[in-house]
């Protein structure tokens, strides 16, 4: 079984700055492509940014120029850097990622449990 979990949200002024970070733990051969969503009270989930095994990057247009997606593979992990916020980018934030399982083979998909975001006017 493979976990995601997301770490360093919180709340933060507006033009602040946040980190966070996503580790997959568990029987993980290789993670493929991996992203960030968020999902605002009332709202549907919506994609913030992809990254690619590669690095290959994607971001919706809400967010190009505030934050940066990256990765490091080799210790399984996933970060968003986020800058300039502004309150409407209070939301849970959720990383997913297509992981192949060490022990099937099998390649899934995950999602962590969400951190929340709130950025204060």
């Known amino acids: 079984q493979v976990q995601l979990v997301e770490s360093g949200g919180g709340l933060v002024q507006t033009g602040g700055s946040l980190r966070l970070s996503c580790a997959a733990s568990g029987s993980v051969l290789k993670i493929n492509t991996m992203a960030w969503y968020r999902q605002a009270p009332g709202n549907e989930r919506e994609m913030v940014a992809t990254?690619?095994?590669?690095?290959?990057?994607n971001y919706a247009d809400s967010v190009k120029g505030r934050f940066s997606i990256s990765r490091d593979n080799a210790k399984n992990k996933m970060f968003l850097q986020m800058n300039s916020l502004k309150p409407e980018d209070t939301a849970v934030y959720y990383c997913?990622?297509?992981?192949?399982?060490?022990?099937?083979?099998?390649?899934?998909?995950?999602w962590g449990q969400g951190t929340q975001v709130t950025v204060s006017s």
């Open positions: 990254i690619t095994y590669d690095g290959t990057t």
């Open positions: 997913t990622g297509e992981a192949i399982s060490r022990v099937s083979l099998r390649r899934s998909s995950y």
